[in-house]
């Protein structure tokens, strides 16, 4: 009886969270003809028209140009946070180095509304020909995804005994090189978990593609707006919905797949941020 | 003794690139927004500001706009944060034995934090259409009757449900994991004591979960404060900048308006308030801490 009361529950609370979801997917297969007369949660001809448009390349929408600056913005700003992360998380968690300055200070910076480095950070890349890169964009995602990545790894590093280093030590080896054979190969879950955070975070990002980008390196989370303004006749619900689907699409997989090591990492971050 | 030294200089060698990293990216836009702060600037002066002292923030701290978003931000972020955190918690430990045995329904309900919020704010667009959406629509069908869920009255409560359907798996996750930690030898003694469940709940296992409580209440309040992007794709500002958070505020100030000076003293300010509070609650917590040991 209970727990027939916990399934209800569960559908309910699944239900409401996915709402939007699960609307975004089924508008997506209607036609145009459809969407005027059924706004409702099930479809009568499905279609696969909205798709096919989405990946018509016009002057105005490039869907292609859009997920490959997500996947380039991504992946620099998840690789080179992980590449500054690592080393100075070693030295963090081994030479207890700034442990009272720096680390508080960068998982302070997960906790400051960004915006307010936004402003200068536009003019700098004016300066430095940066705006409207995907360079420009990927430097800004790895200040997003660091405070993340250095305290899963610093975290990491302090599980793994110490003799470890000291047997390195004994050999002869030096720190860089016992981080990069001793310490690095060891940590590779930590660093896979770190990258795989990284990426879903950078793609999902928002706010910095907004503002740096107009047109040659804008993100998906960006472009797919543009959809929602095109052509004059208002928004064309079934191409948008098909849009925000391919745009979701990659993170929610990646989320699904990897939801063990995604929702340890969320707690390490939250409980030791 | 000289090889501990060489350590330490190699430690420092290697922790380099990031302080440099941070210097640049970070640092350096902080002066920038230190200086501009003082300065009449605009956008042909950028190069020339001219320090003229504290007028920009004289005139943030006349602007009405800007107390709106401030008060817009903390009511967002304070009620974001207590809905998601009670819903979490209850459903966290309501919903624990099926979990238990099946972790994909945690999959499942883990979903909404895969999504851009960008995105699912422009979903609720098309949720909430009065023609498209099928909110509206079933209203329609079964009431006969429908709301103006961005219209002036309603938007900063749609907005509150938006953040926290979305975030509320958030909170549901963390506290399933500190629900799940809880040694049953405790819950065991407890319980052959003949405490009932409900007092079991009270007195042994919500005290023995507040620390995670209280983190999860800071997060999510941190992130409703800050909130920017489905807010953004949802309501812009309006109605009549009714739904301007301070991240949005600063964002118009700067890119609609060209109020530059208007926009960095803001920065400036939530910069000075934000890292204020954070380290206040460093101190606070590394004091508990201490205490406890």
Redesign the interface.
Same mark, same amino acid.
């Given at each position: 009886m209970i727990?027939a009361l916990?399934?209800l529950?569960?559908a309910i609370?699944?239900f409401?969270?996915?709402?939007?979801?699960l609307?975004?997917l089924v508008?997506s297969f209607k036609s145009t003809r459809e969407?005027?007369t059924n706004?409702?949660?099930w479809v009568q001809a499905p279609t696969l028209d909205n798709y096919l448009a989405v990946f018509q390349v016009s002057d105005r929408l490039n869907i292609f140009l859009y997920l490959f600056n997500s996947i380039t913005v991504a992946f620099i700003g998840t690789t080179l946070a992980v590449?500054?992360?690592l080393?100075?998380a070693?030295?963090?968690a081994?030479?207890r180095?700034?442990e009272r300055t720096?680390l508080?200070f960068?998982v302070?910076?997960r906790?400051?509304?960004?915006?307010?480095?936004?402003?200068?950070?536009?003019?700098?890349f004016q300066w430095l020909a940066l705006l409207d890169t995907r360079l420009g964009l990927g430097?800004?995602l790895?200040?997003v995804n660091?405070p993340l990545a250095l305290v899963i790894l610093v975290n990491a590093i302090r599980d793994l005994p110490g003799e470890l280093d000291e047997a390195a030590l004994m050999d002869g080896a030096?720190?860089?090189q016992i981080?990069l054979r001793v310490i690095a190969p060891v940590c590779r879950p930590a660093i896979v978990t770190s990258l795989i955070f990284g990426f879903?975070t950078a793609?999902?990002?928002?706010?910095f593609g907004?503002?740096l980008t107009t047109s040659k390196a804008v993100p998906i989370?960006?472009g797919?707006?543009f959809f929602?303004a095109a052509s004059g006749g208002g928004?064309q619900?079934g191409v948008?919905?098909a849009v925000?689907v391919v745009?979701?699409l990659p993170?929610?997989l990646?989320?699904?797949i990897m939801?063990?090591q995604?929702?340890g990492s969320?707690?390490a971050g939250?409980?030791k941020? | 003794m000289n090889a501990q030294r060489a350590?330490?200089s190699?430690?420092?060698?290697?922790?380099m690139?990031?302080?440099l990293?941070?210097l640049v990216?970070?640092g350096?836009?902080?002066i920038?927004?230190l200086i501009?702060s003082v300065s009449d600037v605009s956008f042909e002066t950028?190069r020339q500001p001219k320090i003229t002292g504290l007028s920009n923030f004289a005139a943030v701290w006349n602007d009405r706009a800007f107390w709106q978003a401030s008060w817009f931000s903390l009511r967002f972020g304070a009620l974001t944060a207590l809905l998601e955190c009670a819903l979490g918690l209850i459903?966290a430990i309501?919903?624990s034995?099926?979990i238990e045995r099946r972790?994909w329904?945690?999959?499942?309900?883990?979903?909404?934090?895969?999504?851009?919020?960008?995105?699912?704010g422009?979903?609720?667009?098309?949720?909430l259409?009065e023609?498209?959406?099928?909110v509206?629509?079933?209203l329609w069908a079964w009431f006969g009757t429908s709301v103006s869920f961005l219209g002036p009255t309603s938007a900063f409560w749609t907005l509150i449900v938006v953040e926290t @359907?979305?975030w509320?798996? $958030?909170a549901l &996750?963390?506290f399933y994991?500190a629900y799940r930690a809880i040694p049953t030898e405790i819950v065991e003694a407890s319980a052959m004591d003949g405490a009932r469940r409900w007092h079991l709940l009270w007195y042994i296992e919500l005290p023995l979960m507040a620390p995670?409580i209280v983190?999860?209440l800071l997060?999510r309040f941190?992130d409703g404060?800050?909130v920017?992007?489905n807010v953004?794709?949802l309501t812009g500002s309006g109605p009549g900048g009714s739904t301007a958070s301070?991240?949005i505020y600063?964002?118009e100030a700067?890119?609609k308006q060209g109020a530059?000076g208007k926009?960095?003293a803001a920065?400036?300010i @939530?910069?000075a308030v934000? $890292?204020a509070v &954070?380290?206040g609650l460093?101190f606070i917590a590394s004091r508990r801490k201490g205490a406890l040991t």
């Open positions: 727990n916990r399934w529950v569960f609370a699944a409401a969270m996915n709402f939007p979801i609307v975004t508008t969407l005027s706004p409702g949660l590449v500054l992360a080393p100075a070693y030295a963090i081994r030479g180095l700034g720096l508080p960068i302070n910076l906790a400051v509304p960004l915006i307010i480095f936004a402003i200068p950070l536009y003019m700098m430097l800004i790895s200040i660091l030096s720190r860089t981080l879903i793609w999902n990002e928002f706010l907004l503002m989370t960006v797919a707006s929602f928004v619900w948008a919905s925000m745009g979701a993170p929610v990646l989320g699904l939801y063990r995604i929702s969320m707690t939250a409980v941020g | 350590h330490s190699e430690f420092r060698l290697l922790a690139p990031l302080v990293f941070l990216f970070l350096f836009p902080a920038v927004n501009y950028l459903l309501f919903l034995p099926l972790s329904l945690m999959a499942i309900l883990m979903l909404p934090l895969m999504v851009a919020p960008a995105l699912v422009l979903m609720y667009r098309l949720v259409h023609f498209a959406g099928p509206p629509y079933y @359907l979305q509320t798996p $958030f &996750l963390l994991m995670t983190v999860a997060i941190i404060f800050r920017f992007d953004y794709v301070l991240s600063i964002y700067f890119f530059i926009a960095v920065s400036v @939530l910069f934000s $890292f &954070l380290y460093n």
